[in-house]
């Protein structure tokens, strides 16, 4: 068991050392290089001032004149909600051969500044009879002054980077960024009505 022991003690020492000789190296190869090109990365929360919802309406019928119908009922339900606009981004209709009935499906763009009533909406909508909602975007009329902040602060992670690394080099320039908001799974800023602007940037330091 104490020979077990003190093996397994050697190995973890052997693996520290190799580890700190790899840092040391790598540490070196910064030192000989005439430029050093690091990434940062920042990130900061904006209160969304817009939200879109992205919804589908479709309905089936033996007759493509009725579910037309049906259709345009639901979208003049949807229209009078009064909380955004409606705009209409696709229109189509297809006869299934195995029941003889046709379907109609329009896919619409609701938007709104009325960011505390998503919730409400969202279940009216349902209520009138929309069939999907396939997403609720937030986002931010003017997101300029936050993208700055995102900048500067991917910015001041390269830096420290740069100073883990200890490289003795003066940040030389800005290769390229970009910054854009941050969405997963269909939802762009979250229930919560915040949207996240992130920043990447690829920055270059010369001696």
């Given at each position: 068991m104490k020979k077990?022991?003190?093996?397994a003690l050697s190995f973890v020492f052997a693996v520290i050392f190799v580890c700190s000789l790899m840092s040391v190296c790598a540490f070196a190869a910064y030192d000989d290089a005439e430029t050093v090109t690091l990434s940062g990365r920042g990130a900061v929360y904006a209160p969304?001032?817009?939200?879109?919802?992205?919804?589908?309406i479709e309905t089936t019928a033996k007759k493509e004149s009725a579910a037309k119908a049906?259709?345009?009922e639901i979208l003049?339900?949807?229209?009078?909600?009064?909380?955004?606009?409606?705009?209409?981004?696709?229109?189509?209709?297809?006869?299934?051969?195995a029941t003889s009935k046709t379907s109609v499906?329009?896919?619409?763009?609701y938007t709104t500044d009325d960011i505390s009533s998503v919730d409400d909406i969202t279940k009216k909508m349902i209520d009138i009879g929309v069939t999907g909602i396939n997403c609720i975007c937030y986002s931010v009329k003017d997101r300029k002054p936050y993208e700055?902040?995102?900048l500067k602060a991917a910015i001041e992670d390269a830096e420290k980077k740069a100073e883990f690394l200890g490289l003795s080099m003066k940040l030389s320039e800005?290769?390229?960024?970009f910054c854009h908001p941050y969405c997963d799974m269909g939802m762009c800023g979250g229930n919560d009505g915040m949207v996240m602007i992130e920043c990447e940037v690829s920055v270059i330091y010369k001696k």
């Open positions: 077990i022991f003190v093996r969304a001032d817009t939200v879109t919802i992205n919804v589908s049906e259709n345009d003049a339900k949807l229209k009078s909600l009064g909380h955004g606009e409606v705009s209409e981004e696709s229109y189509f209709s297809y006869e299934d051969m499906s329009r896919f619409l763009i700055n902040e995102a800005i290769n390229e960024f």
